[in-house]
């Protein structure tokens, strides 16, 4: 979270290192910023397995955990659907300012989703009063909603359904999936393996196969599935205590995936954008070689003390998200501009580096105070 917040800043920056930044749709490579993304679908699979058994360890039902999923998922496809629209805003057909539109927005996510638990002062009256205020302004928000062009005026569109909305679909499939065969759990391999094969096909590779693509790219559920994967395998041998066959066969899982993907190069251009094979394969073997890592770095080394202040991005990850839309349109309607020396070059990456850490640091702060987003 800490680096998605930092590379999404970036746009306010001139003189970035091409590494840095997201490559171009034409492009055949990715950039550091090509890479924050996936590895937040792999976390978001990490997690599934280790949030579903503790639910069923405390005696939930798979019908409650079903009811959960969905209401998550619901969640996440309706920040997703809402902030891919801000993008598409057509300003001088909205009688407010779409700046306006976007604090409104990001205040009834805040008011819908608020975790109460930390508030015990409001009473459950209190909490559906706040929670319908938060819905009726995304009623409204989307009736005054006006999108496109001025030759090309349209509503409000699923369209690519945004980061969030991407995270939903994978976490909704994965997390149904995982809750079907998590006791058999070895069969997940053949999920993902097909979940990779839709995703070579979606790009066309055989000609007389149809391609098949439930919602959004295969990518993304591809992505998800290898976090899903590394917790199983994780768990499976630490009952059997051994864990150095988990730590080999993820690393040597994330080395061969770094060699398929370049071989696949010949075939595929690298391309977060286009969502290629190359791409997702890429980022999975990263994505297992960085956990072995930071396995071995802070549950075997017991080094972990650098990450505290990091801490807020883990535990209120949602609100850390949902900042920058409250910052960046009260910076652009207050008429602030940072000195161009703060926006250029290594000065600009610091500054980047530091807002992003901030932001950390107030939503460290707000949590304290009992003020969290949960989903």
Not at 45 to 60: E, F, H, Q, Y
Not at 274 to 291: D, F, H, M, N, Q
């Amino acid at each position: 979270m800490f680096f998605m917040i930092f590379v999404n800043d970036l746009w306010s920056l001139t003189g970035v290192p091409e590494w840095l930044e997201h490559a171009a749709v034409n492009e055949d490579r990715m950039g550091f910023s090509d890479i924050i993304f996936p590895l937040f679908l792999f976390i978001v699979g990490l997690s599934i397995p280790l949030a579903v058994r503790t639910r069923l360890k405390k005696g939930t039902s798979h019908w409650s955990i079903l009811k959960h999923i969905i209401l998550r998922t619901v969640a996440l496809l309706t920040m997703g659907f809402y902030m891919v629209n801000f993008e598409m805003i057509y300003d001088d057909a909205m009688p407010i300012n779409k700046h306006f539109w976007e604090i409104l927005m990001a205040l009834a996510i805040c008011l819908i989703w608020l975790d109460f638990k930390g508030l015990p002062s409001l009473n459950r009256q209190a909490q559906n009063i706040i929670q319908a205020i938060g819905v009726l302004l995304l009623i409204f928000l989307a009736a005054i909603y006006k999108g496109g062009s001025a030759e090309d005026i349209v509503w409000m569109r699923t369209s690519w359904w945004g980061i969030l909305g991407l995270i939903g679909w994978a976490y909704f499939l994965n997390s149904i999936i995982y809750l079907l065969f998590q006791k058999i759990w070895p069969y997940l391999f053949l999920v993902f393996l097909l979940f990779l094969f839709m995703n070579i096909q979606e790009n066309g590779y055989y000609e007389h196969i149809p391609s098949i693509t439930f919602i959004i790219s295969a990518s993304n559920y591809a992505l998800v599935m290898a976090g899903v994967l590394c917790t199983c395998v994780f768990l499976h041998f630490r009952k059997k205590e051994k864990e150095s066959h988990f730590l080999k066969i993820v690393l040597g899982a994330g080395i061969l995936f770094i060699i398929y993907g370049f071989m696949l190069r010949e075939l595929f251009p690298i391309s977060k954008i286009k969502a290629t094979p190359t791409w997702s394969t890429l980022c999975i073997g990263i994505g297992y070689v960085l956990y072995v890592f930071f396995y071995i770095l802070v549950d075997k080394l017991n080094i972990y003390k650098w990450a505290d202040p990091f801490k807020p991005a883990g535990t209120s990850t949602l609100t850390c998200y949902l900042m920058p839309y409250f910052i960046y349109p009260i910076i652009i309607l207050i008429g602030f501009d940072w000195p161009s020396m703060m926006t250029t070059g290594i000065a600009g990456i610091i500054k980047s580096l530091l807002f992003s850490f901030v932001i950390i640091l107030f939503v460290g702060w707000m949590e304290k105070r009992g003020f969290r987003l949960k989903i």
